[in-house]
């Protein structure tokens, strides 16, 4: 009974780390303004929560809490202290995703992507975002072997890293590049589909 119980609390953990990444803000297409982009990469001020105001972690991120009913009171504490991390984790990171387009099977980034990726080098250059570190997640869809997807994934996350870098002046210790390849696509019931090919900005407290 007791592991069944943490094993329901560890599930309930776990899809609280996935509400950050739920909560991206997706511009798909679109071109955003600098201050849209300094919004959408703007953390949230953590909250003074206590961890172990049961009330107060469940409303921050609006989390169910009542998987710690079933919970063992030897265990409660600390399964409150992992939700506690996980919400303050949460608060120091913001995201956005944006479809960035390259060539076919290339990562050289089109004149079309490069304007969408004004605004966003010119937030992350700003005063407002001065104080930030950032990660450029690459993203492909799922056509094509895991190994080739993610090394062009990482190429294209570098094109866009290095895209900002010459072009903003932004110190380029501030940006990582991962590439995902097609291991987490935004759209896994069309796996082909392009909008799974796409460019994630993390900004990092």
């Known amino acids: 009974m007791k592991t069944q119980s943490l094993l329901i609390c560890l599930l309930g953990i776990m899809s609280l780390t996935k509400l950050a990444s739920a909560e991206d803000i997706n ?18 001020e953590p909250s003074p929560v206590d961890a172990d ?11 169910d809490m009542s998987v710690l009913d079933a919970t063992p009171a ?10 506690h991390k996980a919400v303050q984790k949460a608060n120091r ?9 390259f060539g076919f099977k290339s990562a050289e980034l089109t004149a079309t992507a490069k304007d969408q990726l004004k605004p966003v080098g010119e937030a992350m250059a700003s005063e407002k975002l001065q104080h930030l570190d950032f990660v450029v997640e690459g993203h492909t869809d799922a056509v094509g072997s895991s190994a080739y997807n993610k090394v062009l994934s990482e190429e294209r996350a570098d094109a866009v890293k290095r895209f900002l870098v010459d072009t903003f002046r932004i110190d380029a210790s501030r940006i990582r590049i991962v590439g ?9 019931k069309n796996p082909g589909s392009e909008v799974n090919r796409r460019v994630r900005i993390i900004a990092k407290k």
Not at 74 to 83: P, Q, T
Not at 180 to 188: I, M, T, V
């Open 27 to 44: 511009f798909g297409k679109q071109t955003p303004s600098a201050n849209q982009v300094i919004d959408a990469l703007t953390p949230t």
């Open 53 to 63: 105001d049961q009330n107060a972690i469940g409303k921050s991120r609006s989390i």
């Open 180 to 188: 995902k390849g097609k291991s987490d696509l935004l759209d896994p």
């Open 93 to 101: 990171e913001a995201a956005l995703s944006m479809e960035i387009l």
């Open 74 to 83: 030897s265990h409660k504490k600390k399964v409150k202290k992992e939700i």
